[in-house]
């Protein structure tokens, strides 16, 4: 169990980094979001970058924040929870739920959005998909491949807690942080 817990260990802390760097896209996002919004205001807009372009790189910098921040959530137990369910229930007894969840819900749900996500991506990049605005951003596929990428971290972060819930039930005592 040792290892596993070392392997969780390890899957926390590419999942944080990666969360730490993406949080510096919302910096990103409010700058742009202010660009465009000032720009279209006085009617002056830089040559190639266009409201269209910097509306299209809000939503890709949003989509990215989402994704890649999904599984540090999930690590942190920051989700969405349905407490009127575990609420009654012993602390024992809400380690067995969350493994049920993990086991019957999370990780084949997000298999799926894996296996998806790679053909959503890969049939982007092989038409070479750019926006379907006439000035919009080129290469489509690269926020495909983010989301795609999001998605393979809330994988891992779901494996991590599933890895110490069923340590935190074998040993009996609350997992650590």
Known sequence: MRHLLSLSDAIDRVVAAVGSAAAWLFVANTVVICFDVVTRKFGFQLPGLGSTRL????????????????????????????????????????????????????????????????????????????SDAPTGLPARYAIKFVLFAGIVLLFASVVSVLIRKVDELRRGAPARD
Do not use: K
């Open 55 to 130: 509306q299209e790189l809000e939503w890709h910098f949003h989509t990215a924040l989402f994704a890649l921040w999904l599984g540090l959530t999930y690590i942190r137990n920051g989700h969405v929870r349905i407490d009127i369910f575990t609420s009654r229930l012993s602390p024992r007894a809400n380690v067995a739920m969350e493994i049920f969840g993990c086991l019957a819900f999370a990780l084949p749900f997000v298999l799926l959005l894996a296996l998806n996500g790679w053909d959503f991506f890969a049939r982007s990049w092989s038409q070479n998909e750019y």
